[in-house]
């Protein structure tokens, strides 16, 4: 059975996203030996597809979603980005004197094929490209899920690379708020807000390198001493 390997991760509705949307991408295409043409053409998709995403007006909605998704089989790589704008983006012809609205038709004349679905359980849309990508060897699949969700025996990336998780347990926060604190196989635990975003996979690969754990803009995954007292319930 060729199941898909995934990885799906949120971004700011922020311009400075396509450039971390690129470098996301092409961390996870390096972990799965993607060929350089296949990762040049899928960043110049995703960039316009995210650039895209940023720019729609849609006052209630902070964030963009990103999934990225390959089959062995078939060597196809599937990019798709959520946003909650309303219609559907059409390809257009800009003038020769126009600066804007050539992302979609460089979209269409990279992409294997490409379309708009109405967005998974909410308001908006997704827009999802395939590119061709022969010579996959995919890695484990990937999510990004709240800390207070992460179970022991998954592995986390942090550091700079994947670290098997050894116990989870809560804990109440000197604001008293819930916090959350994963013991590592190697190295001193984390302690993150129970909200706090964190990527994970299902352990049976040895850790290996990659980028920085992916949370929210502004925060970062904070290590603690790996013994820390039980808060008294």
């Keep these: 059975m060729d199941e898909p390997r995934v990885a799906n991760f949120k971004l700011a509705r922020d311009p400075s996203s396509v450039p971390r949307a690129r470098t996301l991408l092409r ?7 993607a060929n350089q043409d296949t990762v040049a053409d899928a960043e110049l998709v995703l960039s316009e597809l995210v650039t895209n995403a940023v720019r729609v007006r849609a006052p209630g909605d902070r964030m963009v979603g990103v999934r990225i998704e390959c089959r062995e089989r078939g060597g196809l790589l599937r990019l798709e980005v959520s946003d ?14 126009e600066t804007c609205g050539r992302g979609l038709l460089l979209v269409s004349s990279l992409a294997y094929r490409w379309g708009v679905k109405d967005r998974l359980l909410g308001v908006g849309k997704t827009i999802w490209a395939e590119l061709v990508a022969p010579g996959f060897v995919p ?8 800390a207070v969700n992460v179970r022991a ?17 809560s804990e109440r926060s000197a604001s008293g708020g819930l916090a959350v604190v994963i013991g590592l196989e190697d190295g001193p635990a984390l302690r993150l807000h129970a909200a706090e975003p964190v990527l994970v996979r299902d352990a049976g690969q040895a850790p290996g390198t990659g ?6 803009p502004g925060r970062s995954a904070t ?3 790996d013994q820390v007292p039980e808060v008294p319930r």
Excluded at 27 to 33: H, I, N, T, Y
């Design 27 to 33: 961390a996870r295409l390096g972990e799965w030996r």
């Design 84 to 97: 909650a704008g309303k219609g559907s983006p059409e390809v257009r012809s800009p003038g020769e004197g």
């Design 139 to 146: 890695g484990p699949s990937e999510t990004e899920i709240a």
């Design 153 to 169: 025996g998954q592995c986390v990336r942090v550091w700079g690379g994947w670290q098997a998780v050894r116990s989870v347990r």
């Design 211 to 216: 980028t920085a754990v992916v949370t929210a």
């Design 223 to 225: 290590p603690m001493p």
